[in-house]
Every structure is written in structure tokens, then in C-alpha cells.
């Protein structure tokens, strides 16, 4: 993760590398909305009339696949009234919060589904304009230049290809060379 500009030389591998991406991170949705069901049944037992328990087990429920929009709103509306438990859970050391408990986990589970989520529907927002790219005809005589912010694709600029890859390549490597000076350090 971080901030990269990648050059795709058409759609389709752009599409590739975005499927690649989208695929990757439902995945990871997948595996951490498994882990904390597991941890919300394993809770259920000493924590099933805990206020934070039945939170996050309601917004649990509402994990059952990628969030759709109506999700999304519906977990950030409910999220506001967490921060008051957050307080008691959670403790500050330097940059970092600290927690031993089983809602600390909970809760971090949960946040890291609602990250991974708002992502996935980023990508696949993405997707859906290179596939109206497709259907404008963009193709063959154009790269992609593509702005990617913590794996999600942000920006795009389209150049006209000037020639060929080797042709690029070759002009690219030659503006980044530097010429080498000789020097005859023995004074003759």
C-alpha cells in the first residue's frame, strides 16, 4: 500500500490488474468478517447483554457480503454512538491506542472490514469507468497513466502513444541517462 503512478498500455491489462485487486481484497473481507463472527460467538456466552456486544454483532449481521451502498451508510450512522465505549477500551500510549479486551479486537475487526469495504466499492467504481472507457472505444493508441492512493485508484491521465514500447522505453531510458565524465586524477 501507498502512492504509486503505474502506465498501462491498454484497458484490458489496467481491467486485469483492477480485477486482480478488487478479487484480492474481498478475500481479506471475507477472512476478517469469518474472524470476528468467530470472536462474536465465542464472545457470546460472558458478553451477550454488554451494549457493545449486540452492536457488533447487529452490524455483524449486515457484513453478509461486499457493502453495497445502503450498507455503507448504515455502518457509518451507527459507528458515531461507538465512541464512547472507545474511550474505555483504548488506551493511548505515544501514537498508538492499546487494548486487551475482546472488544478491542472486535472493534478493530470491525473497522478494518469498513476500510476494506469502502475500498472494494472504490475499485469497483473504478472498473465501471474503464469499462465506459471500453465502450468509448479508447484502446490501442493511448496509455494510462493511473494515480493510485492506498490501492485505490484516484486519477488517470490519457497520452497518445508517440511509437512503440521499445520506442519508450528506449526514449525513457535515454532522458534518465547521465553521460560519464572521465577524470585523470594522476595530474600528468
Known amino acids: 500500500m501507498g502512492t504509486e503512478i503505474r502506465t498501462f498500455t491498454a484497458l484490458k491489462e489496467m481491467n486485469e490488474y483492477i480485477s486482480?485487486?478488487?478479487?484480492?481484497y474481498k478475500l481479506l473481507y471475507e477472512d476478517y468478517s469469518q474472524w470476528l463472527g468467530a470472536l462474536l460467538r465465542s464472545?457470546?456466552?460472558n458478553h451477550k447483554n454488554d451494549e457493545w456486544?449486540?452492536?457488533l454483532a447487529a452490524l455483524q449481521k449486515n457484513l453478509r457480503g461486499p457493502p453495497k451502498k445502503t450498507a455503507e451508510k448504515k455502518a457509518s450512522g451507527k459507528k458515531g454512538g461507538k465512541s464512547k465505549n472507545e474511550?474505555?477500551?483504548?488506551?493511548q500510549s505515544g501514537e498508538i491506542l492499546l487494548s486487551s479486551t475482546e472488544q478491542g479486537q472486535a472493534e478493530m475487526l470491525f473497522e478494518a472490514i469498513e476500510k476494506i469495504g469502502e475500498k472494494i466499492q472504490s475499485i469497483e467504481k473504478f472498473r465501471a469507468a474503464i469499462q465506459q472507457?471500453?465502450?468509448l472505444g479508447l484502446g490501442k493508441n493511448v496509455n494510462y497513466m493511473v494515480y493510485i492512493e492506498d490501492d485505490i485508484p484516484k486519477k488517470m491521465v490519457l497520452?497518445?502513444?508517440s511509437g512503440t514500447l521499445?520506442?519508450?522505453?528506449?526514449?525513457?531510458?535515454?532522458?534518465?541517462?547521465?553521460?560519464?565524465?572521465?577524470f585523470d586524477f594522476t595530474n600528468k
Do not use: G, M
Open 133 to 135: 472507457l471500453e465502450r
Open 43 to 45: 464472545c457470546e456466552e
Open 159 to 161: 497520452r497518445a502513444k
Open 166 to 182: 521499445a520506442n519508450e522505453v528506449f526514449k525513457f531510458t535515454a532522458e534518465l541517462s547521465v553521460p560519464v565524465a572521465f
Open 87 to 91: 474511550a474505555s477500551v483504548w488506551i
Open 53 to 55: 456486544y449486540q452492536k
Open 20 to 24: 486482480e485487486q478488487l478479487d484480492q
